[in-house]
Every structure is written in structure tokens, then in C-alpha cells.
């Protein structure tokens, strides 16, 4: 058991030390000026709009716990909902496959408010599908409307998509939707029991997950300059697979993962305004809601100690 411990955040150092050393083959011939350059260039009008691209993001991320909590017919209030969906990505974002992550604080802010154990995680399952049916959605969406996408990838990706493959995705969504429409019978894993979510609240997931990686992709796509910018369906395509690789590589962060994959990519543009790009989502989406996170955490924790003492 001591082993199964280490061995995600194993994995995890290990992906962010090998990005590292290809990102620095990547950029080695960046100099920190290109980078402050490319910083500034980016004006206030694209900073105000990847603010907004940031708070849509984390909007629709609160939709993946309010309809968790219709799916399981549950009632938490709208303000603590939200800030424990803020928390809990903020957290998950960043450090990764930790156990201080996701589950734990959505464990102990809903078990609060009366849910079970077993209710928490159908809801850590609703919302990590939820966020996979809009990535497979978008990804569908993207290699139709671009299905040149892949060639970007040609000596990294070891297949390549096609609007066939697109289509395919699709068809995938397709399922889920007709298996709800037709109230399918739930799935049973032993005593465990997964049903289809009522159609209404698939149409919303619908929705509400690709809006969260528009946003997402759109701070990327603001901070970019105009020069060589290859638009925003390909900036998505881009992001869907960076932040993908991310995540399966448990790098806390997705750190070096992230810039590879986006320096690869937009193989067009400079490099120097595609990190500073990546520095500008890194600090909206991810260091700026961590330490918010953190002290929301620390107040929680202070509270429920006070109610003990009580």
C-alpha cells in the first residue's frame, strides 16, 4: 500500500521532468527580454477579455456540481455550491493526482451539508464524465470543422483524426444521449449502481462543458497576438489535446506538458508569444484560483473546528 502511495506522484515528476528537458530543446534559444516583450504586447483590451474567458471557465466548472446535485436529487445552496466547485478545481488543477485534491475537499464540504459518502462519489464521477463528454463533444466538433488538426502533431501523436474520426466522437455522444432518452437500465459494477441522468439534465452537460473549455481555451487564444494566429477552432483543438496530455500525465499543473504540446502545435508562431500566452492562462486559470483556494480551505476548516469545540 506504502508503494501505490508514491507511484502517481511519481509519475507525475517524472512527466514534468521529461517536458521539461524537450521544452528546453524547444526554447533554448529564448532569451527572457523576447518573453517580457511578448508580455507586454499583450493589451488590456485581450487581458479584460481573458479575465472574463476565466470566470466563464470556472461558471460552468459550478454547473458540473449543481447538476451532479440534480442527478442525485440533493439540495445545496447555490453560494457554497459554487465555492466548493471553485475550491475543488482550483485544488485538482494544480496539484494534480494528490490526495488533497477534488475528492477529498468535495468529500468533507458536502458531507457537511448531509450527503453520503456513496452520494459524493456518484458525484466526483458525474462531474469527471461531465468534463469527458465535453472534451470528446468538442474534440468531435474541432476535427470535423478542422480536420487538418492532427498534422500539427505528426511526429508526436502516434495516430492520426480525421473528420471520420470526428464524426465518430459524435456518434459517441450520440449514445449517451439516446441511452437517456430511452431511460436505458442503470449499470451495475457489484452492489454499485450508475444511472443515466434524466434527459434535461443531459442537455445542460451538453452545454455547460464545452462553455468551460471555451473559456478555458479562449484566455489562451486572447493573450496570443494576432500575427500568425491560426483562430480560435484550431487554438481549441490545440488546447483539448494539451490539456488532455496534461492530465493523463498526472504532472501537477500539467506544468511543461501543457507548453510542449502548445509550442508543437503553433509551430507557426513564435514561441516567445506562445509561452507568454501560457504564463497568462497559468496565472488566471490556475495560480490566482489556487491561492484563493487555499484560503478558502483554511477558513472551512477553521469553522468546522469551532463547530466541534462547541
Known amino acids: 500500500m506504502?508503494?501505490?502511495?508514491?507511484?502517481?506522484?511519481?509519475?507525475?515528476?517524472?512527466?514534468?521532468?521529461?517536458?521539461?528537458?524537450?521544452?528546453?530543446?524547444?526554447?533554448r534559444g529564448l532569451s527572457l527580454d523576447e518573453l517580457w516583450d511578448s508580455l507586454m504586447a499583450i493589451s488590456a483590451r485581450d487581458w479584460t477579455l481573458a479575465?472574463?474567458?476565466?470566470?466563464?471557465?470556472?461558471a460552468a466548472l459550478a454547473g458540473y456540481d449543481h447538476?451532479?446535485?440534480?442527478?442525485?436529487?440533493?439540495?445545496?445552496?447555490?453560494?457554497?455550491?459554487?465555492?466548493?466547485?471553485?475550491?475543488?478545481?482550483?485544488l485538482s488543477h494544480n496539484i494534480g493526482a494528490s490526495v488533497f485534491s477534488g475528492s477529498v475537499v468535495r468529500y468533507r464540504a458536502y458531507t457537511a451539508k448531509g450527503l453520503s459518502g456513496a452520494e459524493v462519489g456518484v458525484l466526483v464521477a458525474f462531474c469527471s464524465f461531465t468534463f469527458a463528454l465535453g472534451t470528446i463533444m468538442l474534440t468531435g466538433l474541432v476535427l470535423i470543422l478542422q480536420p487538418q488538426l492532427s498534422e500539427r502533431f505528426v511526429d508526436v501523436l502516434p495516430v492520426e483524426a480525421s473528420a471520420a474520426t470526428g464524426?465518430?466522437?459524435?456518434?459517441?455522444?450520440?449514445l449517451y444521449v439516446l441511452g437517456s432518452a430511452l431511460r436505458l437500465r442503470p449499470l451495475k459494477i457489484g452492489s454499485f449502481e450508475i444511472h443515466y441522468p434524466?434527459?434535461?439534465?443531459?442537455?445542460?452537460?451538453?452545454?455547460?462543458?464545452?462553455?468551460?473549455?471555451?473559456?478555458?481555451?479562449?484566455?489562451i487564444y486572447?493573450?496570443?497576438?494576432?500575427?500568425?494566429?491560426p483562430g480560435f477552432m484550431i487554438v481549441l483543438g490545440i488546447f483539448?489535446?494539451?490539456f488532455s496530455a496534461a492530465l493523463?500525465?498526472?504532472?501537477?499543473?500539467?506544468?511543461?506538458?501543457?507548453?510542449?504540446?502548445?509550442?508543437?502545435?503553433?509551430?507557426?508562431?513564435?514561441?516567445?508569444?506562445?509561452?507568454?500566452?501560457?504564463?497568462?492562462?497559468?496565472?488566471?486559470?490556475?495560480?490566482?484560483?489556487?491561492?484563493?483556494?487555499?484560503?478558502?480551505?483554511?477558513?472551512?476548516?477553521?469553522?468546522?473546528?469551532?463547530h466541534q469545540k462547541e
Open 2 to 27: 506504502k508503494v501505490k502511495k508514491y507511484i502517481w506522484p511519481v509519475i507525475g515528476l517524472a512527466a514534468v521532468g521529461f517536458s521539461v528537458w524537450l521544452l528546453y530543446h524547444e526554447l
Open 51 to 58: 479575465v472574463a474567458a476565466t470566470f466563464l471557465a470556472y
Open 67 to 90: 447538476l451532479a446535485l440534480l442527478h442525485l436529487r440533493r439540495h445545496v445552496g447555490w453560494l457554497y455550491m459554487t465555492i466548493c466547485s471553485f475550491t475543488t478545481y482550483a
Open 167 to 174: 464524426a465518430l466522437l459524435l456518434a459517441l455522444v450520440g
Open 198 to 219: 434524466q434527459l434535461h439534465i443531459v442537455g445542460r452537460q451538453l452545454v455547460i462543458a464545452p462553455l468551460e473549455l471555451i473559456g478555458a481555451a479562449a484566455i
Open 222 to 229: 486572447f493573450a496570443l497576438p494576432e500575427a500568425g494566429n
Open 240 to 242: 483539448l489535446i494539451s
Open 248 to 306: 493523463l500525465s498526472h504532472a501537477p499543473g500539467g506544468l511543461g506538458v501543457l507548453e510542449l504540446v502548445f509550442i508543437t502545435g503553433l509551430s507557426e508562431m513564435d514561441p516567445a508569444d506562445v509561452l507568454a500566452a501560457l504564463l497568462v492562462f497559468r496565472l488566471l486559470y490556475l495560480i490566482i484560483p489556487f491561492i484563493i483556494a487555499l484560503f478558502v480551505v483554511l477558513g472551512f476548516e477553521r469553522t468546522q473546528l469551532a
